[in-house]
């Protein structure tokens, strides 16, 4: 049998028992990527000789942690100490960190193998951009078609099976997004609850660092490694770290869920114009998730919040804000080593002005506050993710961020602990809602997330690309 | 939706404010990318209490230590 078509669970409980080695776990993930990768672009850096060291460093000793022995890979703003961390810029093209990031830090203690870093728009902001010295990655459902970003590498690679589970990071919708085009699951946690040290920052009050995986079960094994305080990442949360997977159960008796309806079916064409209409095959998935929420027991309700363009537009010009700090003078002394959609983007936030931005912080503690009242009473939100299949790669424009409506930005801006979790398909491409929950209840989000999963197949249907290698069967 | 409404000759000395040296081609397309900008404008900027403070501070509880 092919490893590689194991869950980390499953992959998990073959390496314990011993069954499976981590060393041929890790050689199998390798070879995948040999084979497929070039369709895909989903590795700028390939560790394999580092990899199989770590993997035979850890077999046959005594089970380290959470994610022994498990391969896994890192987007390319993860520091990782003495191995090239670019942020996808020529900017950085030569940057060798001299240490890693403290989520690296975990999940390596946890056991984790690192199998390589992987693409990222540049700065998490900049793609898909073809004027960059890392080719973009490819959908593994259509590779005609974008896989989303900016955890665009770690999204294609957890689908493709290049990788068992991958690090990503959020200002918008970054996990989110990639995770809903590609047909897995992503989770933002709450601002706080993983650390963000050592990650290249785009918009520090809007930043989270979170997992993609293919199930949920295997998000809340890579949570159980990741959560935590850390106290030196300044907006780090001091709060404690429940067992997640003790809290996944198949129904969901006494659940109450609140469904934002109004954000796919009426304000996204009210501000964005028709361009921005779901699918009716998405509205169609949507409402079918609903009722399998039902189904399990959840009592649904309908929430009405301040219209998508208020959450969308403050998250967007906090962002453009800080990045544009962020890269204030890179840009005006050395333009030359950004791509084109990073500068374009990002460089309108240099015609923001301060009262700008203590505006749009002041409609966030409104919204963050509306948000919290809306929770009242209930347990998680659902609402819309992207809405409609992954477009064609060439026809993302260099503006997509900010004319078209998008569903994952609310929550970044809120702070609350989003997962994304396939619901259907649409033209062999997957779609995809989110789940949303109260402050540091990643816990609540992911027991009902698994609870669809267990009701449904959509987590069980792979990619073709995905398919074991020839002889690998 | 955003509408352009500022002119190449205002947006010129908004470029020069800032510090940037652009090609025309980043010109123009920031020129564009204007309309987002003063449509994210015109969605922050509202009528609110004096009292309405900006979401500065993100403190959560500390657990109990031992």
Request: with cysteine; aromatic share 8%.
């Amino acid at each position: 049998m092919d490893p590689t078509q194991l869950t980390i669970a499953e992959a998990s409980r073959a390496i314990a028992d011993g069954s499976l080695s981590p060393v041929a776990l890790t050689e199998a993930y390798l070879d995948r990527i040999a084979a497929l990768d070039g369709e895909l672009h989903s590795y700028v850096l390939v560790l394999r000789d580092q990899a199989i060291d770590a993997a035979r460093s850890l077999a046959g000793r005594p089970r380290q942690g959470a994610l022994h022995g498990i391969p896994i890979g890192l987007k390319d703003i993860y520091k990782t100490r003495g191995i090239r961390t670019t942020a996808g810029s020529r900017r950085y093209l030569d940057h060798t960190p001299d240490q890693d990031a403290e989520t690296w830090v975990r999940l390596r203690g946890a056991g984790a193998i690192l199998l390589g870093k992987q693409e990222t728009h540049e700065f998490a902001i900049g793609g898909p951009d073809f004027t960059l010295p890392f080719a973009p990655s490819r959908n593994p459902w259509n590779t005609a078609h974008y896989p989303a970003g900016s955890s665009s590498g770690t999204a294609v690679a957890v689908a493709a099976g290049l990788c068992a589970a991958g690090m990503g990071s959020d200002t918008g919708g970054s996990i989110r997004g990639p995770a809903a085009y590609c047909g897995i699951v992503g989770l933002k946690p709450t601002y706080g609850r993983v650390s963000r040290r050592g990650v290249f920052p785009l918009s520090y009050t809007l930043d989270h660092c979170g997992p993609l995986t293919r199930t949920v079960e295997d998000c809340a094994i890579m949570m159980a490694a990741l959560a935590g305080y850390d106290p030196q990442d300044p907006a780090s949360a001091d709060v404690p770290v429940p067992d997640y997977r003790v809290a996944l159960t198949s129904r969901l008796d006494g659940i109450r869920i609140g469904v934002i309806r109004h954000f796919h079916e009426h304000d996204a064409v009210a501000a964005f114009g028709p361009d921005s209409a779901p699918s009716a095959a998405y509205t169609a998935a949507f409402d079918a998730a609903c009722h399998t929420l039902e189904a399990l027991g959840a009592r649904l309700v309908d929430v009405k919040l301040s219209p998508l363009i208020d959450y969308l537009d403050a998250n967007r010009l906090i962002m453009l804000a800080e990045a544009y700090a962020l890269h204030e003078q890179d840009f005006r002394e050395r333009p030359q080593d950004f791509g084109h959609h990073m500068f374009a983007r990002i460089a309108l936030g240099a015609f923001l002005t301060a009262a700008d931005y203590v505006e749009a912080m002041r409609q966030r503690r409104e919204l963050c506050v509306e948000f919290a009242r809306a929770l009242d009473g209930i347990d998680v939100m659902v609402s819309a993710n992207s809405t409609g299949p992954a477009p064609p790669i060439d026809a993302i424009p260099t503006y997509s961020t900010f004319e078209r409506a998008s569903y994952t930005g609310p929550y970044n801006l809120t702070g609350s602990p989003a997962l994304s979790v396939p619901i259907g398909f649409e033209g062999g491409l997957p779609l995809a809602f989110q789940i949303a929950g109260k402050p540091f209840d990643e816990a609540g989000v992911m027991r009902v997330g698994h609870a669809f999963e267990q009701a449904t197949d959509y987590h069980r249907q792979r990619p073709p690309i995905a398919a074991p290698l020839p002889g690998r069967s | 939706m955003a509408d352009q409404t500022i002119s190449s000759e205002r947006f010129a000395v908004l470029v020069e404010q800032a510090g940037l040296k652009l090609t025309p081609e980043q010109f123009a397309e920031l020129h564009d990318g204007y309309r987002f900008v003063q449509r994210m404008q015109r969605v922050v900027r509202r009528a609110r209490d004096r009292a309405a403070e900006p979401a500065h501070i993100f403190v959560h509880p500390r657990a109990e230590r031992p």
